[in-house]
């Protein structure tokens, strides 16, 4: 094996252990987080933001981290390189940023989108985003996780603060939804 042969393997080597190290640090981090995102609870209760979650716990599922934006419950760990999505995700979106006459494929042309109600929540799930939108008000909330406990998860959305009302969804929201596809609803399948 030539010098240059040799050099361009540890390149690589050092490449990989780079990005493995990577991946374990982002992974320990997820893990080691847990008490802190209950003290982060703490402060987001004070905000005053209209957040929602589902607890210290869900579904087996510890809270991991909190803050204004994410809410995560559980961990991963990575089989390779590309790391990996916690089991549960709580995206904050306001409705400005995410009104659901935004989603398309291409400008001009809506994307797919299907609507309904779970537990009594204004739900719909687009096929270019790969979550459940839930509607409270001027907020969103997406939920990212297998079917069976995204399902589960909006039927258990609280507010953060233990007291606010949960609001219904602006009337131009249900104007948008209303080019989607009426079916998503709660099934048998998700105790409902």
Do not use: N
């Not at 080691?32 to 003290?39: L, M, V």
């Not at 909190?66 to 809410?71: H, K, M, S, T, V």
């Amino acid at each position: 094996m030539g010098a240059a042969e040799g050099a361009g393997a540890g390149r690589g080597d050092s490449l990989a252990l780079t990005r493995a190290a990577t991946v374990l640090a982002l992974v320990l981090s997820l893990s080691a987080c847990s008490e802190d995102a209950k003290d982060d609870i703490s402060e987001l209760r004070a905000s005053g933001s209209p957040l929602y979650w589902l607890g210290e716990e869900f579904d087996g599922l510890p809270l991991t981290h909190a803050d204004e934006r994410l809410i995560v419950y559980g961990t991963c760990e990575p089989e390779s390189d590309t790391g990996c999505a916690p089991p549960l995700q709580l995206q904050h979106w306001p409705l400005a940023r995410r009104h659901p006459s935004k989603f398309t494929y291409t400008p001009g042309t809506p994307a797919a989108c299907t609507r309904g109600t779970v537990g009594g929540r204004t739900v719909a799930a687009f096929a270019t985003t790969g979550g459940l939108e839930v509607y409270f008000g001027r907020t969103i909330v997406v939920v990212f996780s297998d079917w069976p406990r995204s399902v589960r998860a909006v039927k258990a959305l609280r507010p953060i603060d233990g007291t606010s009302p949960i609001p219904k969804p602006p009337a131009e929201v249900e104007r948008a939804l209303a080019r989607c596809e009426l079916g998503l609803r709660q099934s048998s399948e998700t105790g409902g």
